[in-house]
């Protein structure tokens, strides 16, 4: 006979805590049918006990003290929605020494520590659930761990932070700048007070460990993916980019070839006709292509209280199918190997190129002298009308070996007659 209440333990009662405890009033019936047992949250940790809070809670049920909530007997599974990878990395390894489940809506954590974590939750027989972790309420994980488990996984990606996709969205759609496209992210809530995490990449760089580590069953260090922001994206690539056939988006990219693992985080061209050029303002998307089911694309809300909240509780509802049903563990991150990475330079990418040069006769060739000694091939061209003495050259290449393209690159910057290189962008060009 199992339990016909699972007991939780919040950690957390911000955007996502509270959308956890809202879905799980709002949908309470749904949940005990599925989950097979009432699911109620004993105690919530916080910082501060007087601060309001979205959803209506008794007071009784919060508290400051950690202990309070780990140590509680009753509880079973612990929801960490703190953030960060202090305080919370530690309650984590808490509650899996006491026999807690654990589910985490913490992609930092998960990314930089979730292999020990995982190792841990297997030693005592417990698991870490994470489906909120990347792409908020957009099945992500399980599909990668579950329902595509039949497949080499060729390539993934992933528009995987909303922040910036809001950003190039209204850059592009509404013809914004940058910092005003950035000011209305944060206004909207969107984007943090710094937000430089994902405004550098670094936020769908940890998104794209978990996501690698699981389509290439490999563990994947933050340190091994190439990392560039879109900080440096203006109006003027985003028009170029359009009339030539593209869309700028931020791309988290993942591929394994014969020499191993590709992995990068880059503003990317990305044909108009392809899906991921129609995901638009704050929605994320994965597009997966595996080889026997071909493409596939997972897209939705990659943030807020209730899509992120629909993640977790799902979790909940796994843990209680667990808990009750004995459903095997189901950990299989422990037994990933560690792949080889390959070298930026070593990898292929067509190039996106808009620079400034006098507008004088031999400036041209010597461009095409230059990308013809690297072997670099060009694809489209286009010359703008010369301001002042100076032509605006925008060209893509074909796909080149990175370090053919950066000699080349490194040549056209000594040439007199050019006078600024104003942007370099890869291009998706399959
Ligand atoms: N927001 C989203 O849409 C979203 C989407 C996907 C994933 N996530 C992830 O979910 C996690 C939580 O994000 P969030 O947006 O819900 O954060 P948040 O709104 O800032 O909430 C954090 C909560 O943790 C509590 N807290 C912080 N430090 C604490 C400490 N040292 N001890 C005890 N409690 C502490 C805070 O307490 P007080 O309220 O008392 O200050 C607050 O309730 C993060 O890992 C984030 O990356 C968020």
Known sequence: MGKNMIRVGLLGMGTVGSGVFEILKMNEEQVRSRAGAGIEVKKVLVRDLEKERPVKIDRKLLTTDPEEVLKDPEIDVIVEVIGGTGVSRQYVEEALRNKKFVITANKDLMATAGAELLLLARKHNRNIYYEASVGGGIPLIRPLKHSLGANKIIRLMGIVNGTTNYILTKMSMENMDFETALAEAQDKGFAEQDPSNDLEGKDAAYKLCILAGLAFSSHVRFADVYT??????????????????????????????????????????????HPLAAVHYENNALFVVGNAVGETMFYGLGAGALPTGSSVVADLIDVARNINHQVENGIMETEFKTKKIVPTEELFSAFYLRLQAVDKPGAFANLATAFGDEHVSLDMILQKRSVEGLAEIVLVTHAVEEKRFAQALKTIKGFPAIKKINSVLRVFEK
Do not use: C, M, W
């Not at 170029?240 to 988290?252: H, Q």
């Not at 591929?255 to 985080?265: D, F």
């Open 228 to 273: 560039q922001g879109i900080n440096n994206i203006s109006k003027r690539d985003i028009f170029y980019a359009r009339e030539l056939g593209f869309a700028i988006k931020l791309l988290a990219i993942g591929e394994e070839n014969e020499k191993g693992l590709a992995l990068k985080v880059h503003p990317t061209l990305i044909p108009l006709s």
